[in-house]
Every structure is written in structure tokens, then in C-alpha cells.
């Protein structure tokens, strides 16, 4: 899933079909903070070289995400799953889980 410059969300095919529906709303909810976070006049791509774990705009759309998932009931253990994305090395993972209030478990 992917959200550009111009406020278009972009899902793949396979994303909306194979994926968890709870992945997928998670997902589009992250991605439309964003939007607001842009039209708020707020840089969501920073020049300057910010861990992605730890940008700003990141760790308040993923705990916005974190918010609606606790909302739903959803289990830490499935957080933690949602979470784990492939390009992030282990220590950021877990950054990430504690910028966004998920325990490591």
C-alpha cells in the first residue's frame, strides 16, 4: 500500500485479496493519516535522514492504527505480527513496537 504526493492511496490487487481484512483496513487508515498529516503542512518524507521507525509522522499514524486496532479488540500478538514488515532489522522492529506502545512480547 502505498500513499503519494498528490493524496492517492494505492493498493495492490493481491494486498486486497490475500491479505487479512483487519491488515488491510490498518493499512488504509495508517495511509489516510497521512493524507491528514500532509494537509496539515507537515513533512511526511523528511529531508534529512530519520530512521523510519522513528519519524514522527510514522510513529503517530502506526499508533493511530495501534488505537483502532485495541478499539477492535485486536490482540497485542496480532500487532505484532502487523508490525513486523520485512525490511526492518530486528532492533528497529522493536523500536518500533515500543514507539507505538506494542509490547514485544
Known amino acids: 500500500m502505498v500513499e503519494t ?4 492511496v494505492v493498493v495492490s490487487r493481491s494486498h486486497l485479496t490475500n491479505s487479512p481484512r483487519m491488515d488491510v483496513y490498518l493499512d488504509v487508515i495508517h495511509e489516510f493519516l497521512h493524507i491528514l ?18 519519524r514522527h509522522t510514522e ?9 483502532e486496532a485495541r478499539r477492535l479488540r485486536v ?25 507505538v506502545g506494542v509490547a514485544s512480547g
Open 75 to 99: 490482540p497485542d500478538s496480532y500487532l505484532r505480527e502487523y508490525l513486523h514488515v520485512p525490511w526492518l532489522r530486528r532492533a528497529e522492529y522493536l523500536r518500533l513496537l515500543r514507539n
Open 5 to 8: 504526493s498528490e493524496d492517492v
Open 59 to 67: 510513529i503517530e499514524a502506526y499508533s493511530f492504527s495501534v488505537a
Open 37 to 54: 498529516q500532509r494537509k496539515q503542512g507537515r513533512e511526511i518524507w523528511p529531508r534529512r535522514r530519520i530512521p523510519y521507525v522513528d
